[in-house]
Structure formats: C-alpha cells, structure tokens
C-alpha cells in the first residue's frame, strides 16, 4: 500500500464482504476490550464512545450502522505508515467531540487485509464516507487535527443542511438495571430555553434558541431537528387554512403556496401528505422552482427526524422525482 494519487472516487465495490462470517464469532468482548464489534477502538481511540476498531468479521456489522448515522472508515497501518495511525486516532478522538453525529470505524489494514482488498484501497491513508451502505472517498491525507476538525465540521453541516441528522448511541451504552419504575429521561438542560417557548407558544423565541445552539456547534442533531421544526411552526403560525389551501389548489405549480401547505400537513400530523405534495411539486418544477421545493422538503425531513420511516420513503421518492 504505497502512495499513489487516488483517482477513482466513488468506484469502491462492498460486496465482495456482504456475506456472512467464515465462522461463528467468539463471545462478544467486554466494553472497551480491543477488537469487540462493540467496544471503543483499540491501539489509540482515546476511549471514544464513538469509535470501534473493525474486523473482517464485524466490518459489515459497522457498514450496517451507516443507516442511522454516517460511519467513516479510516484505513491505516501502524508499521507501515506510522503517520496514518496518528489521523486514526485523531477520527477517535474528534468522534467524541461530534457526539455521534459520525461513527469512527478504524480499520488496520494488516490486521484487516481483507477489508482492504475487498473495498480495493488505493493507498493509505484512505478516510471513506458510508452513508445508507454507499461508500464515498472522503480525503486521502494525513491532516493537523485541528484541519480534520474543520473538515469534518464542514461535513457535518453539509448533511444536516440535506436533513440527514440521525445520531449514533454511545458504543456500549447499557440500559439502567430494574427500569421498571420507567421515569420520565431528564431534559437536556441545552434545550430547555427553546423548550420553554414552545410550552409558552412563543414560537419567535424558540426558533431564536434552537439557532444558538446549532450556531455554536452546527453537528448537534437534536437542536438542528428542533431548529427545523420550529421554524415550520413559525410559517404557519397565524394562517388560515382553508385560504391556504385554496390558493394551493388554485396555483399547483406555485412553490410558496405549495411549501406552505405542506408546512400545515406536517404540523397537523399529515406527514406522508406533506412530503408526497412537494416530491410532486420537485417532478414537475425545474431551475430555481425545483431547487426551492427541494431544499424545503429537505428541511421537513430534518424536522420529522432522518430515522422515520415516512422520512425513509420520503427520501426515496425525492430520488425519484430527481433522477
């Protein structure tokens, strides 16, 4: 695995390693135990609850995850090229500061040549992005940490802005023992300001404080999600529905009339209804009109939550109407 320019973004082929397991695997190894499917990741993750060191035989078990949120791969080799082994821990540790928002898979291409082989790595160091199981080269370069923070950062923001705001839990994260009294989960003291607003009806203030909160770090899901709803309150706050939805009817191809109803279906419960108006409104719009309708469905996405299955379809049928 020497250096060479990398010159085939996208051309990774996963199949080679969607199968099962040669062999039953060994009982599961103990939080934080080095090479566990579940634990933290070995050989210098700094203990982050959000990296796992991967093997052939959990690789697909972690390319699963990239459903809920993005998992990305980092191919390196200690003995090889001692530098890549320090961006591994870097992706460690940064994954911690993103609380979630990415899984950091570590991959040892000498203890994992397999993976390596299967997944056709060029050269090392290698990050890829997995998003729904499609991998996607990210950067090939050893970065300072404090550039892989700003590039990741800018990651972050690019999928919450298309709605993807799904999180990861904390790698072995237990339930509490004998939770049968099942209390109500204590508030995020972060989020009790906009949550106050809302409980008071002042919309305004709530779409004020959700903004803060993802001003100042932009990966926080829950506070991007609640930005987005709130902001759908704050539209339809005040209308009336009936002539809303006349104007709707009466102008079918009008992207403000449209994304206005749709913002009055979402609130009142009528998701799917919400989301198929503007997939329809994307199918039959172009130029700027199509790019309106998009990036407002993107943001009832982001609103409903990127792991609801009306999310899910919705998704899928954007990717219809565009393709």
Known sequence: MTQQPFSRPGAIDLSALKRPAPAAPAAPAAPGAPGGAGGPAAGGGGGSSYAVEVTEESFQAVVEQSMTAP??????????MPE???LADDLATLSAE?????????VDIDAAPGIAQAMQIPSIPLVVAVLDGRPAPLFQDVLPLEELRAALTQVVQQLTAQGMTGRHQ?????????????????VDPRYAPAQDALAAGDVDRAVAEYQKLVSAN???AEAAA?????????RTQGVDEAAVRADADARPDDVDAQTLVADLDLVLGQVDEAFARLVELVRRTTGDERTAAREHLLGLFAAVGNDDPRVLRGRQG???ALF
């Open 71 to 80: 998992v990305l791969l980092v191919f390196y080799s200690r003995t090889r």
């Open 84 to 86: 890549s082994g320090q």
């Open 98 to 106: 993103f609380e979630g928002r990415f899984l950091a898979g570590l």
């Open 170 to 186: 904390p790698r072995g994260a237990q339930a509490e023992p004998g939770a049968e009294g099942e209390e109500e989960p204590a």
């Open 218 to 220: 932009p990966a926080d």
């Open 226 to 234: 609640g930005l987005a709803m709130a902001t759908v309150l704050q």
């Open 318 to 320: 954007l990717a219809n």
